[in-house]
């Protein structure tokens, strides 16, 4: 993967805001006192009379970005996944969720990928914290190409939206001239038969590499990108799992609560299938480089392999 462009989507939402600050004058971004770590200090050089730091203060932040929005702003509120998504989700439930207020959350320091912060900053919940919110839209990139354009739709999509963002710079793979995102919408990144992989965020590019390998030994499985988690692409889940009868997905999430239970919960209502979820299992993370605690909780190109074959 040396020759292969990596970029954190932390610093594709960055560069997003910007680029769609220059656009957009209703664009304003909120930040609790991590402009740096979130990226948001890209958006803030360029429009510091619409950047505010509001401190830390998660849950105020939440509600400042609340207020903004019932004036005709778009505000993006922006802190680490743990903070965004934990420590405020009361305010996001009920000042923004409750309400139905067009404010867009942008999570960055996702997953065990967070590496050295810890357990404490390993957030691995926020997909099941933001699914349970009523109208909340859910988002997950897979690269810097997809991040910037899920930013632009979140921006135009009318309500709240939560998008994470990770720490570790990953391969871009997307061709950003061409790609097209639109919410509640997967991509068929490779066509198969035998099983179907579905999965989001850095896991995404795991299962391509995944799927190079077992093509090479005579298995042709079929790669999803699934960057929405809320709304579902039900049509194409449903697809899927009637073409290849099992399914992988692939989240770095835990298992409860996330994509995987997503996917099981309407297959075993609409097409019952057998489905393995491979992400987070019910344990907390611990500090180490993001690269060895991938491979280690089993969200990595040769665990999805092993999987596969176990599976089949």
Do not use: W
């Not at 790669?223 to 399914?247: H, R, S, Y």
């Amino acid at each position: 993967m040396a020759d292969v462009k990596k970029i954190a989507t932390r610093d594709a939402y960055g560069n997003a805001l910007a680029k769609l600050g220059a656009e957009h004058p209703d664009i304003v971004v909120l930040d609790a006192d991590l402009a740096n770590a979130t990226k948001t200090q890209t958006f803030q050089k360029a429009f510091p009379d619409r950047h505010y730091d509001c401190g830390i203060a998660e849950a105020d932040m939440m509600c400042v970005a609340a207020g903004l929005s019932t004036t005709g702003l778009v505000p993006f509120a922006s802190s680490f996944a743990m903070f965004a998504a934990g420590r405020a989700f009361e305010q996001v439930r009920n000042s923004i969720g409750y309400p139905h207020l067009n404010v867009k959350i942008g999570a960055t320091h996702g997953g065990i990928s967070v590496g050295e912060d810890g357990a404490s900053h390993q957030c691995c919940e926020d997909f099941a914290l933001m699914r349970s919110i009523p109208g909340m839209v859910v988002i997950c990139p897979a690269d810097g190409v997809e991040a910037e354009a899920a930013v632009k739709a979140a921006y135009e999509y009318e309500g709240p939206v939560y998008l994470r963002f990770g720490r570790l710079a990953i391969p871009v793979f997307h061709d950003a001239e061409n790609f097209h995102f639109e919410i509640g919408k997967g991509e068929v990144l490779k066509d198969g038969s035998d099983v179907a992989i579905i999965a989001n965020g850095l896991l995404v590019y795991e299962a391509i590499q995944a799927a190079e390998a077992l093509e090479a030994e005579g298995i042709h499985p079929m790669v999803i990108n699934m960057a929405t988690v809320k709304p579902l692409d039900e049509e194409l889940v449903l697809a899927a799992a009637k073409k290849c009868g099992k399914v992988i997905t692939c989240e770095e999430h835990s298992v409860i609560g996330g994509l995987g239970e997503a996917v099981s919960r309407l297959l075993s209502e609409k097409s019952p299938t057998p489905v393995k979820c491979i992400g987070v299992n019910d344990e907390f993370g611990h500090s180490g480089p993001a690269a060895d605690l991938l491979k280690q909780f089993g969200l990595s190109a040769e665990h999805i392999v092993a999987a596969v074959k176990d599976f089949l």
